[in-house]
């Protein structure tokens, strides 16, 4: 397992398909993965830091494992079979471990809200992941997360989903 960040949620043109950006903590390998509009705001919205005015399905999710004694230990995307990502979530609470397989996109949405950690299966950096390419000379030296957005708005207007077929 490889240990990942997540970089951030963009929308690929012109589909206005969401895509959430996971990157190698350890590394430069980058895993774009489609996901649909509710879990991308979603996400969008735990990682600026922002709560709805009403609790959306994953800050629910939340706080009925915070309610029993429940933690989310980790988020593995573990495979990638007919341009379909899956996942696993590990739970922990008074009744021991239990994994339970879980959408990608559910999982992420759910790991940024309680501070758990995501990591992805080495097969699947290798089937769907990319290193994106060095900034082009001359470019203006802004902030690291800046310039990983900017490489992934350049990514996705070159890929569609289709680029991940098996």
């Known amino acids: 397992m490889i240990a990942m960040e997540v970089v951030g949620v963009q929308e690929v043109l012109p589909s206005d398909t969401p895509v959430v950006l996971l990157r190698e903590s ?10 649909g509009l509710p879990e991308a705001k979603a996400i969008a919205l735990a990682l ?10 994953h ?6 494992l915070d309610a029993f004694s429940v933690t989310l230990e ?4 573990t495979g990638l079979r007919e341009r ?3 996942a696993e979530v ?13 959408r990608p996109s559910d999982a992420i949405a759910l790991a940024v809200r309680t501070g758990s950690p995501v990591f992805a299966e080495e097969a699947v950096l290798d089937e769907a992941g990319f290193v994106p390419p060095p900034p082009a000379e001359g470019e203006a030296d802004g902030p690291a997360a800046e310039a990983e957005v900017e490489e992934f708005r350049a990514f996705l207007d070159s890929v569609t989903p289709e680029d991940f077929e098996g």
């Open 26 to 35: 350890d590394g430069e390998r980058m895993l774009p993965i489609f996901i």
């Open 48 to 57: 600026a830091g922002q709560e709805p005015p009403r609790p959306m399905t």
């Open 59 to 64: 800050d629910l999710m939340s706080t009925v």
């Open 74 to 77: 980790q988020v593995v995307v």
């Open 84 to 86: 379909t990502f899956f």
């Open 90 to 102: 590990t739970l922990r609470g008074p009744a021991g471990i239990e994994v339970l397989s879980a």
